[in-house]
């Protein structure tokens, strides 16, 4: 860092950097507007009347929060969404009927096409669609919001320009009076019309971050023509590059409010990829992809996060680079996907041409999206009571069962009612976050202006994930497992004493749940009993999911991440022991890995029952994988080499996502007990990485239970 990216990053890291946000006074008479002009309208005023605030360090400008908005803003933060606040306040973080939780959503601009088009080539756009619903009021009114918006935005920019302008007359330092001027130039050129230059192209991404603050998407891809440009016609150095993504980042960083209570453990609110595959099947890794690594590693900052995208054409050489950083930080902001089964896997489930589906991103908790996506999932769900239910409230007919296929079937039939009722309450959900009328984010979101409509109310062409997340997937395999083994095929426990011992939560059949534990055929031990319930269960998925949409026509697609939240808790808390061991109101597994020492085959078999569970189909959704690893291990640079070759192999063989830890299970229990001697200790958790003190007590059992392995 130089001295003011470092003075930069010294504010950020002290002080709340985000602009003052004023309220305005509205006319009531607003209110007789048709609902999208009277949001643009407000949101107009509201947008135009905060200050600009520039700092003497920055040469990018135009950042700001709408966290005062009196009409919706940013679909993210569902900033001024009063009506998704209030279905908030009644589902978010509650479990119904011990099966679904209301949860967030995550979206993110087509950061490309805003600078290749400038916001006058949307107005195009929005000019030809008005032909398509010529005398639809509706639509039309849709349309003119949305034009309305972007002439507001204009006038910020113009703003942001004079700004600039005033301050270099008043300027007597020559350096910085030639920066603000620029700065100004650069003003004129972006948002409204394309990036001509790299540093054009940073400031358009700066400026509109706000109106989509989650993911920027694939930015080594799309800056990377004018690097090149600028590289080769002399008008950049990477030195300056560097300096631009530096105070890009920071602003990312300080996005959060610094007194927000989330602002030193948030990993999660942006997060991006890099490399993965171009249009024409080759690997995007590139030179500025590593200038881009290069200057957020150097910076102590925990936002954003960055997922390297994995495929067959990656160079060893970059994954072990990439892999290197991630040891090395102890901010823990990489992780790691693979682009071959996701690929797959949206063409296979959205129908997707490969030249759309190449080019989706991560999000938020390391969830996939498109840029210019939204995920419509948002909803958290108990895949374990489809068992539970089918042993209590279908007793008589599995008591009757002969073999593991009849009682399958059996349960086949609660589990897909029990998906019926996710979708169900999904549905309920989209259309609660439906009542509010979303014009700015909406702007940025494909399919919208074609389709003169909301993203809230389905007007995202790239939606995706309108299914669920899975707490206690694992659980259920196990649990499966454990009933085909014990009961069906070794016959060593009557389904009448297990069904029992479940009932009385293992009270007084000791002996029967420690035979379990001890020689259970679990999940994670590369076992083709285990390893073939986890491919039928999933396929089960599948077969549910053939064919149906969600409320607005998206795909359904599912995973299996808890994000911020115990949901895996909540509902453990609420379910009865289960066959896999586990007592009755302990915490439900998350992720696709095992913990609790189940998976005591070694690393390897591990990662093989992992990456075979389900290549192209249902987990593609949001899926993540944790692989504690002891310290040693990425410490030692022998042992760090065949790390690398581990999470190579585990890729070709089909594994989806995987995230590291490597701090010893001794260090997290001495964390719990004695918080304030590691403050600064940092996890992964589920897609993103958090102060391990600043966890709640269930996620952080669930970092300590998983199992720690070594090369």
């Not at 949305?146 to 920019?157: F, S």
């Not at 999933?538 to 808890?562: C, K, M, P, Q, W």
């Amino acid at each position: 860092m130089n001295e003011r990216i470092q003075r930069l990053v010294h504010q950020v890291l002290t002080s709340d950097i985000n602009p003052p946000t004023h309220e305005i006074e509205c006319d009531p008479f607003d209110e007789k507007l048709s609902e999208p002009m009277f949001v643009a309208k407000r949101f107009c005023e509201f947008y135009n009347a905060q200050p600009i605030v520039l700092g003497d360090d920055n040469e990018l400008i135009g950042h700001i929060r709408f966290d005062k908005s009196p009409v919706p803003a940013d679909i993210f933060h569902r900033s001024g969404h009063a009506k998704f606040r209030e279905a908030s306040a009644k589902y978010y973080a509650k479990p119904q009927e011990n099966l679904c939780t209301f949860e967030w959503q995550h979206s993110n601009a087509d950061f490309g096409k805003l600078i290749r088009l400038g916001l006058n080539g949307y107005v195009k756009e929005i000019n030809a669609s008005r032909k398509k619903f010529l005398g639809e009021r509706g639509h039309l009114q849709f349309l003119a919001a949305l034009e309305r918006v972007i002439h507001g935005i204009g006038q910020r920019a113009d703003a942001c320009r004079q700004h600039c302008v005033d301050l270099a007359e008043a300027c007597e330092n020559p350096v910085r009076k030639a920066t603000l001027l620029r700065m100004a130039a650069n003003c004129t050129q972006v948002p409204m019309n394309p990036a001509r230059t790299f540093e054009e192209a940073v400031q358009c991404v700066y400026f509109c971050f706000a109106f989509l603050p989650d993911s920027i998407g694939r930015p080594d891809q799309y800056l990377y023509p004018l690097y090149k440009q600028g590289i080769a016609d002399g008008t950049l150095t990477p030195e300056h590059a560097t300096e631009l993504i530096q105070e890009l980042f920071i602003m990312i960083h300080g996005h959060t409010p610094f007194n927000s209570g989330w602002a030193g453990d948030k990993g999660a609110e942006s997060h991006f990829a890099i490399g993965g595959y171009t249009i024409d099947h080759e690997d995007g890794f590139n030179e500025l992809s590593k200038l881009i690594i290069e200057a957020m590693m150097d910076m102590p900052l925990i936002r954003p996060q960055v997922s390297l995208r994995w495929n067959k054409k990656t160079p060893h050489d970059v994954l072990r680079y990439m892999m290197d950083w991630e040891r090395k930080d102890k901010n823990k902001r990489i992780a790691f996907v693979n682009d071959e089964p996701r690929i797959a896997g949206l063409m296979k489930l959205f129908g997707l041409p490969w030249e759309k589906a190449y080019d989706y991103i991560m999000v938020g908790c390391n969830e996939p999206a498109f840029q210019g996506g939204i995920s419509l999932g948002g909803n958290t769900v108990n895949i374990v009571r489809s068992l539970t239910n089918t042993l209590t409230k279908r007793r008589s007919e599995i008591l009757k069962c002969k073999d593991f296929d009849s009682f399958y079937a059996i349960y086949e039939q609660e589990l897909h009612n029990d998906l019926f009722t996710m979708l169900d309450y999904g549905n309920m959900f989209n259309d609660l976050r439906s009542r509010d009328c979303n014009v700015l984010s909406s702007l940025f979101l494909d399919g919208c202006i074609e389709r003169a409509e909301s993203a809230t109310r389905g007007g995202a062409s790239l939606a995706r994930g309108g299914g669920a997340n899975f707490m206690g997937a694992t659980n259920l395999v196990d649990s499966l497992a454990v009933i085909r083994q014990f009961v069906f095929e070794e016959k060593k426990i009557a389904f009448t004493d297990l069904l029992k011992a479940l009932d009385d939560d293992w009270k007084g059949a000791e002996d029967m749940r420690q035979m379990i534990l001890s020689r259970g055929r679990f999940f994670g031990n590369h076992d083709e009993l285990s390893d073939s319930i986890a491919r039928r269960v999933y396929e089960s998925v599948y077969a549910f999911a053939a064919g149906r949409t969600d409320i607005f026509g998206t795909t359904l697609t599912y995973g299996n991440l808890t994000g911020y939240n115990q949901h895996f808790a909540w509902f453990g808390a609420l379910t009865g022991a289960t066959p896999d061991g586990r007592v009755a109101g302990s915490a439900l597994t998350f992720g696709s890995g095992q913990s609790y020492g189940k998976d005591n085959d070694g690393v390897t078999s591990h990662l093989l029952s992992v990456a075979q569970m389900d290549t192209t189909g249902i987990m593609t959704g949001n899926t993540i994988m944790n692989l504690t690893v002891d310290e040693q291990t990425v410490r030692n640079d022998e042992s760090f080499e065949k790390l690398v070759l581990l999470v190579e192999t585990f890729f070709k063989q089909g594994g989806l996502h995987i995230q590291l830890n490597h701090v010893s299970r001794e260090e997290l229990i001495a964390a719990k007990a004695d918080p304030q001697k590691y403050k600064s200790l940092r996890v992964r958790v589920s897609g993103f990485s958090a102060t391990f003190i600043s966890l709640n007590e269930a996620l952080q059992d669930n970092v300590i239970n998983r199992t720690t392995e070594s090369l």
